[in-house]
């Protein structure tokens, strides 16, 4: 690992196989928000970024609405190679992984952790989660010796899927974009996040 890229890595015999390259984080290693999502998919194979393809475009519009740019935050994904058909990342290659994502978590240090989908989001709190019932909550967790704030939210693809969860999804990106300090609190005078 050099800084927060990982150059090279063999430690998963399988996605070694099916990866065209490693694809590591983007977005300013000072960023209040870093967005984690499960790993690359075809495009981010292709293109060597994470979210580049389908579903970033639904995260991409996600921010500019609530008035953030893609280049302002963080973006960065559970496993840095794509399994082989999309297939979710096994335990093993999580485990493998999670060195790099913690260094990058514990290096960028923001103030909230994003988690899109159920795959980061168990990853990250070590415990089952009901992704699109806990979306827009936040919670501690110890990661690289640290604590941080995970903010839970439902992967971007699922409003592809299931038009029902882009509420879900557009009201978890809005608590992220307070956090940020870019979007406007609910007309109450008070912030939603309190004491955040
Ligand atoms: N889905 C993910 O979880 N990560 C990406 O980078 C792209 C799609």
Redesign the pocket.
């Known amino acids: 690992m050099d800084g927060l890229e990982v150059i090279e890595c063999e430690r998963c015999p399988e996605l070694c196989a099916s990866r065209s390259r490693i694809?590591n984080g983007t977005g300013p290693e000072d960023a209040e928000l870093l967005f984690v999502?499960?790993?690359?998919?075809e495009h981010?194979d292709e293109g060597g970024e994470?979210?580049v393809?389908r579903?970033?475009t639904v995260l991409d519009d996600a921010l500019r609405d609530h008035g953030l740019e893609r280049d302002a935050v963080r973006i960065t994904?559970c496993v840095r190679c794509r399994p082989p058909g999309n297939r979710d990342p096994h335990k093993d290659e999580l485990a493998n992984c999670r060195e790099y994502l913690e260094r990058e978590i514990s290096r960028v240090d923001p103030e909230l952790v994003v988690t899109?989908?159920k795959v980061p989001t168990e990853h990250l709190l070590g415990r089952d989660a009901a992704v699109t019932k806990e979306a827009g909550t936040i919670e501690d967790a110890r990661l690289d010796g640290t604590a941080h704030r995970v903010l839970i939210c439902v992967?971007p693809?699922a409003t592809l899927y299931d038009s029902s969860q882009q509420g879900t999804f557009e009201s978890a990106i809005a608590t992220a974009a307070e956090v940020a300090g870019v979007a406007e609190s609910d007309g109450s005078g008070q912030s939603r996040l309190g004491g955040f």
């Open positions: 694809v999502g499960e790993g690359p998919g981010e994470p979210f393809g579903s970033g994904n899109l989908g992967h693809a």
